[in-house]
Every structure is written in structure tokens, then in C-alpha cells.
């Protein structure tokens, strides 16, 4: 009985003490704003989330199409760099960069309209960072990779 | 008997094999690198204390290393391939101990066998003393045979020897100070006697600290008992694999908060295991019981702690030792990948692809939240059998002990808001 009583207690005072701190997250754009320039949505599972290589396994397994990768890449790429989570930038360009040349092999030329939109909101997610730093110049980097899609 | 020894040597055969390619293929880097310094400092007539982060162990194995930087010189070897031999001897000297052990234990020659290889062929004693090169192997030798020595005291001499043996293994590493309130409680021994092992093992440590602590005092001291450990495994690597998730920033800002935290609920819930202990004769399991609790509760925890449960779980033929060796090896995979690639596979690291890549953290996090879950389970259930002891104290031993259980959840209310915290600012 004690014991019990004593875990009630417990729990009691940790109610009253649970964290009430919470960090503002930090952004360039919001999704409204996003949104009026065509972004559709965020992923829910992102290149910085633990979960991720569940995602990249579920697509491999699935065999998902590579215009559907294109825009699963960038929607992740539009998160990591609006959120400004520019630890994951590197790798997010990077697999954005690598949909974007197989698709430039495979010669789609259903993408040319959906890259125009890309440069526009990669270019607005660019000039949120100082110029030529290197987020900067990383966001450049899928901004030249996309022109070359139209 | 004969195929218990046959399967045992074979084993430990195997063992050899797998441990020779670690430590051949092994690169002078990490802590390695420290003891090779650490050596030379000591051979050039200065305290290694005084390089502050150098060597924030107690000074035995210091000595060790010299003679190793000694014989490396005259052989005309590398340091790390000779230093690694002393932890992996250990190992062997452990199996044996432990295989004797439980056949002392009236177990059948084939069934101790197999329990003793359970800790050779464990791929954590494996990455701990052949990739990695730490020692805490030794010291885990010493532990256990300090135990065989009071468990089975065929000679009045052995009593004698057993705080002696427990002394130099704390002249090694800290750890088995954390168990020696269990060793001092243990049994129906008079007074004088609980005394006497206890000033035996002081004075051991104070013979071999006392050199050290005449040249540097101050830097002695700060060196070995101001380290608090890195919070690179446990819960606190769970935490810090979610705070990773930010933005790629592996080093938890909230650490030092939280080995506070939690130094202070570790020693008020090892505090009630000594009095859940008191009077028993289950030395072997209060010990396992105090470093369950460590690794269940403390945020300050380095990958080489999760051998020191082994040898005892195999002790008392525990199956969750099996569960634990497993959830251990994930978290080790994870966090040598991640943060130590040149660590565990030596000069071929490059195939991982260097160092912190974000890939492996998810086994980092998952492998450390077993390792966690399987501890915390683990306590629990050697708890739920301790716990019946408690029935047959007397009044006051039971007041006291309750006294302690509240503290002891007061005490985790600060670790438990930081998780909290932690956990919010990372997954919002």
C-alpha cells in the first residue's frame, strides 16, 4: 500500500514540475507562404528524423517512381533548408541533386513545369541565407541542377 | 568433462581468431592514443595527472602501459598492438574463473562451459578490449575473483587476499567502488571483520595512489575524481541521438545538468540496494543489482560499462545476459559507426564512409533504447526478488529504507523533467 502511495506522490510531483519551456521554431518562410508559391506539403518523415532510413528502405522496396523521388526530395530539401536545419543541408542537396541527374538521364520532360516552380521557391529559400555562405552556395547548387531540368 | 573442456578451448580458440583480427587491423587512435601518451609522460619522469582529460583513471594501469611503451621500444612494435594484449588476457582469465566459478556453483561441466564462453565469444568483450583497447576487462577480472575468494574461502588467507584483490582492481578503474558498500554488508560476518576488509582495500588504493599524490595533490585528485564520464551511452545517447534531429549536433547541451542529476539519484538508489542487501548472502547479485541501477539511472556512461554486468549475469545464469549482449551489441555498432569508425575496424574505417555520418545514428538511438529498456527490465526483475527481503527487516532498517526509496524518486524528478525537455525541444 505504501508503495503505491508513494508512486502516486511521485507522479503528483512530477505533474507539477513537467516542462513548460518551448523553443520557437525558427524559420524563413511559413507555409502559407510556401504554399502561394506551389509548394504543396512537408514530408512527415524528413532527412534529420531517426526515422528516415525506414523511408529510404520503404522506397527501395517499393520501387517508388522517380518523378514521385523528385518531389519527395524537394519537399524534404524545402524543410531542412526553410527550417533552417543546415546540419542536414549537405546530404538534403545532395540526394535532391541525384533525383534530379537521373531524371536529366532518363530525359523527363514532364518535370520542365514543376522545375520552374522549384527555382522559385529554391531561389526565395537561398536569399534567406547570407550570400555566399555556405548554405547559400549549397541551395545554389539545386538551383543550377534544376534549370538544367526545364 | 572432457567435451566441457573441449568446447571451452575451442571457444576460446575461436575467440583468439576474431580478437587477433581486431587488434591487427587496429590503428594507434582514441584512448589508445591517450595510454601511449600517458606512458610516455610517466617514462619521462612527469605525473601524467598534471595533462588534465589525459588519463582520468586511478594510476595502476599507468604503470602498465609504461612497461608496455617500454617493451614497444625494445621490440621495435607498435604501442597499440601490445597494449591491447592485456585486456584480451583478462578476457581469457575471465572465462576460466568464470567456468570454475559455477562448476564451484555444483553446475554440470557442460552447461558451465558454454555459460564461461557466453562471455569470451560476447561481441562486447570483443569490441571492448580488442577494437577499442580498454581495460575495464581487468578490472572486471580482479571483481570477480575478489568475489571467488569470499564466496569459497578454502583458506583463511583468502579473506585476507579478497579486499586486497578488490583494492588493485579500484586502482584500475573506479568502478568496483561503487560495490563495495555490497562487499562490506554482505553475509553474517562480525564487525571487526567488515572493518578490517574494509581498511584492507583502502589501503591498497592509498599504497598505490600515494606517489601519484605526493608529487601532484591537486591535479591528482581532480584528475580521477573530477571526471563524471561522457554521456555517450544509455538514455542520455537516446537523448542526444533526439537532439541530433535539431541540427546535426551531437553534443547534448543539457550533459553536465544531467550527470549531476542523476550522480545524485544513482548513489540514493544504490544506497537502498546496500540496505536491501545487508545480511544476504547474494554478493554476486547486489553487484549486478548496483551496476544495473548505473547503467539504468546515470547519464554519464561510456560504451566499455556494458561489460562489467557480463561476467556476473553469467554468474547467476541469468538469460538476460543474452538479451542484454544483444541490445549492447546494436548500441555499440551504433556508436562506434557514428562517432568512432577508426575505433572498430581499424584501418578499413574509411568504408564507413568517415566519421559522423548521419546514417548510423538511427542505430545509435534504437540500439541504445534497447540497451536501455533491456537494463531497466533487467533491474526490475532482480529487484522484484531482492524486494522480499525486505519484509524480514526490523522496524527501524525498514523506515530507513523506505526513507530512501522517497529520496530516491525526489531525486529522479530533476533527471525526468531534463528527459522531458530534452525529448520536447527535439521531436517538436
Given amino acids: ?5 508513494l508512486i502516486l506522490i511521485f507522479f503528483l510531483i512530477l505533474t507539477f514540475t513537467l516542462p513548460s519551456r518551448v523553443l520557437a521554431v525558427s524559420e524563413h518562410l511559413n507555409l502559407g507562404q510556401l504554399q502561394s508559391m506551389g509548394f504543396t506539403k512537408y514530408e512527415s518523415v524528413n532527412g534529420n528524423s531517426l526515422l528516415y532510413p525506414f523511408k529510404r528502405f520503404r522506397e527501395k522496396i517499393f520501387r517508388v517512381p522517380d518523378q514521385e523521388l523528385f518531389d519527395t526530395r524537394f519537399n524534404e530539401l524545402i524543410y531542412i533548408a526553410n527550417k533552417k536545419k ?17 531524371l536529366m538521364q532518363n530525359k523527363k520532360s514532364s518535370v520542365s513545369e514543376k522545375a520552374k516552380q522549384n527555382i522559385k521557391i529554391l531561389e526565395k529559400l537561398r536569399d534567406g541565407y547570407p550570400a555566399n555562405s555556405l548554405p547559400w552556395i549549397q541551395i545554389q547548387k539545386t538551383v543550377d541542377t534544376t534549370r538544367r531540368l526545364q | 568433462m572432457k567435451e566441457a573442456k573441449l568446447i571451452l578451448v575451442s571457444g576460446i580458440f575461436i575467440s583468439i581468431l576474431i580478437r587477433g583480427f581486431f587488434i591487427f587491423t587496429g590503428l594507434e587512435v582514441g584512448d589508445v592514443k591517450n595510454m601511449h601518451d600517458t606512458a610516455n609522460m610517466l617514462l619521462s619522469g612527469l605525473n601524467p595527472y598534471t595533462n588534465s582529460h589525459l588519463y582520468p583513471y586511478p594510476p595502476l594501469y599507468v604503470f602498465v602501459e609504461a612497461a608496455t611503451a617500454l617493451f614497444t621500444n625494445f621490440a621495435g612494435t607498435s604501442f597499440h598492438f601490445l597494449i591491447k594484449f592485456w585486456p584480451n588476457l583478462a578476457d581469457i582469465f575471465i572465462t576460466l574463473l568464470l567456468y570454475k566459478f559455477l562448476r564451484k556453483q555444483k553446475v554440470s561441466p557442460t552447461p558451465a562451459a558454454i555459460w564461461s564462453l557466453l562471455y569470451i565469444l560476447n561481441p562486447v568483450t570483443i ?12 578490472v572486471s577480472l580482479l571483481t570477480i575473483l575478489s568475489i571467488y575468494l569470499l564466496t569459497f574461502p578454502s583458506k583463511k588467507f583468502y579473506i585476507l587476499l579478497s579486499p586486497i584483490i578488490l583494492g588493485l582492481a579500484i586502482s584500475f578503474k573506479a568502478n568496483p567502488a561503487m560495490i563495495l558498500p555490497v562487499f562490506l554488508v554482505f553475509g553474517q560476518r562480525a564487525l571487526p571483520e567488515r ?7 583502502c589501503l591498497t588504493i592509498g599504497i598505490i595512489f600515494l606517489p601519484f599524490l605526493l608529487l601532484n595533490f591537486n591535479a591528482t585528485l581532480v584528475s580521477v575524481f573530477g571526471y563524471s564520464g561522457v554521456s555517450d551511452f544509455g538514455y542520455a545517447a537516446v537523448l542526444r541521438a533526439l537532439w541530433y534531429q535539431i541540427n546535426a549536433e551531437y553534443w547534448l547541451p543539457q550533459a553536465e545538468d544531467l550527470i ?9 538508489g544504490a544506497a537502498l540496494l546496500v540496505i536491501l542487501s545487508s545480511g544476504k548472502d547474494t554478493l554476486i547479485r547486489s553487484c549486478l543489482l ?24 553469467i554468474l547467476l545464469r541469468d538469460r538476460w545476459v543474452i538479451a542484454f549482449s544483444f541490445a549492447a551489441l546494436f548500441a555499440h555498432l551504433g556508436f562506434y559507426l557514428f562517432f568512432a569508425p577508426e575505433l572498430l575496424l581499424g584501418k578499413y574505417f574509411t568504408i564507413t564512409g568517415g566519421f559522423y555520418q548521419t546514417k548510423y545514428m538511427p542505430l545509435y538511438f534504437f540500439g541504445n533504447l534497447m540497451l536501455w529498456v533491456v537494463t531497466a527490465l533487467w533491474l526490475l526483475k532482480i529487484l522484484k526478488g531482492q524486494w522480499a527481503n525486505f519484509q524480514a527487516f526490523k522496524k527501524p532498517v525498514k523506515s530507513l529504507a523506505l526513507a530512501l526509496s522517497v529520496l530516491f524518486l525526489v531525486s529522479l524528478i530533476p533527471v525526468i523533467n531534463l528527459t522531458l525537455q530534452i525529448i520536447q525541444a527535439s521531436t517538436k
Avoid at chain 2, 569490441?127 to 581487468?138: K, L, M, P, Y
Avoid at chain 2, 572493518?195 to 582495500?201: C, K, N
Avoid at chain 2, 548496483?290 to 549475469?313: D, K, M, N, R
Wanted: net charge positive; hydrophobic share 50%.
Fill in chain 1, 1 to 5: 500500500m505504501k508503495i503505491y502511495a
Fill in chain 1, 86 to 102: 543546415t546540419g542536414f543541408l549537405e546530404e538534403s542537396v545532395s540526394r535532391y541533386i541525384s533525383i534530379s541527374g537521373i
Fill in chain 2, 127 to 138: 569490441i571492448t578490449s580488442s577494437a577499442h583497447g580498454q581495460f575495464d576487462s581487468i
Fill in chain 2, 195 to 201: 572493518a578490517r576488509f574494509f581498511l584492507l582495500t
Fill in chain 2, 260 to 268: 549531476g542529476a542523476s550522480k545524485l539519484a544513482f548513489l540514493l
Fill in chain 2, 290 to 313: 548496483i551496476y544495473l541501477l548505473f547503467l539504468t539511472v546515470f547519464s554519464g556512461q561510456s560504451a566499455q560499462y556494458s561489460i562489467w554486468v557480463l561476467p556476473l549475469g
